[in-house]
């Protein structure tokens, strides 16, 4: 952010110090400004965006940010700059790493770990979850093996390699995207569906937390299971616009 803060990785419950967010264009895309003052990441890159329509989305979401819960503002009411962030900072200065770690979810995939075969949750996650994995393997050319129960699955090298593949070629929004995507649903296919715009984000969740739901209907409804799958759907949600907006001309 400006020398007045410290932007995204500000703690929370920082108190609004800006009275207007606004958007001008930059060389050849448009920044986000602060009463007239560039607003700045965590390692003083500016927040500029190659698109108008995402700089917008930006602006109004630092508008927003703070005028309620007292006049503080904390970064959870920032995603799309989380996400901006880590885009511009994060994806350029760790690319390697970031792929590493998003493929490290094939190995431990949450479609491939299954009740065992003879449960209703079995038969669900059946029909909900080989859908994904046939779509992988026909899309990507990466056959995932699946196994009931929690002991480890040893996934075909192959298929390690063509996810990597995917990775690789992955734009740095795409991979900014994946990273609040990937780990929000378990599930590096899932979040691959999402950046292919196979499905909407309230679906992804749903069939990420298929077994929480499956739990709350023989068992009745907990709060505390309703509040996490609203907070996926949020993060997810976040992901899904950052690239919608990414898309705009």
């Known amino acids: 952010m400006s020398e007045n803060a410290k932007a995204v990785a500000a703690s929370a419950g920082r108190k609004r110090f800006w009275k207007q967010a606004s958007v001008v264009p930059d060389g050849a895309g448009y920044a986000v400004q602060l009463d007239g003052r560039p607003v700045r990441l965590p390692e003083r890159t500016p927040l500029r965006v190659e698109n108008r329509a995402l700089a ?16 503080l503002f904390r970064p959870e009411d920032l995603p799309l700059t989380g996400i ?7 994806i350029p200065a760790q690319r390697e790493g970031v792929v590493e770690s998003l493929l490290a979810y094939a190995g431990s995939d949450l479609l491939c770990y299954r009740a065992e075969n003879w449960s209703d949750l079995a038969r669900l996650q ?11 393997c026909k899309r990507f050319d990466a056959p995932l093996e699946v196994s009931e129960g929690i002991m480890p699955i040893a996934q075909p090298a192959e298929t390690f390699n063509a996810l990597r593949r995917v990775l690789e070629q992955a734009t740095p929004a ?3 995207a994946l990273s609040v995507a990937v780990p929000a649903l378990g599930s590096l296919v899932l979040g691959l569906a999402l ?10 969740v749903a069939c990420a937390t298929l ?4 739990q709350m209907q023989r068992w009745g409804e907990d709060t505390e299971i309703t509040d996490r799958i609203a907070a996926l759907v949020r993060e997810v949600s976040d992901a899904a616009r950052f690239l919608a907006l990414s898309r705009q001309n």
């Not at 927003?64 to 007292?70: H, I, L, S, V, Y």
């Not at 950046?195 to 992804?204: I, K, S």
């Open 195 to 204: 950046v292919e715009q196979q499905a909407d984000p309230e679906t992804l």
């Open 56 to 71: 917008d989305a930006l602006a109004e979401e630092w508008q927003a940010a703070g005028k309620e819960a007292g006049g």
């Open 84 to 90: 901006v962030g880590s885009m511009l900072e994060r």
């Open 174 to 176: 795409q991979l900014a």
């Open 211 to 214: 077994d929480e739901r499956a």
């Open 126 to 136: 059946k029909e909900q979850w080989t859908p994904w994995l046939d779509w992988c």
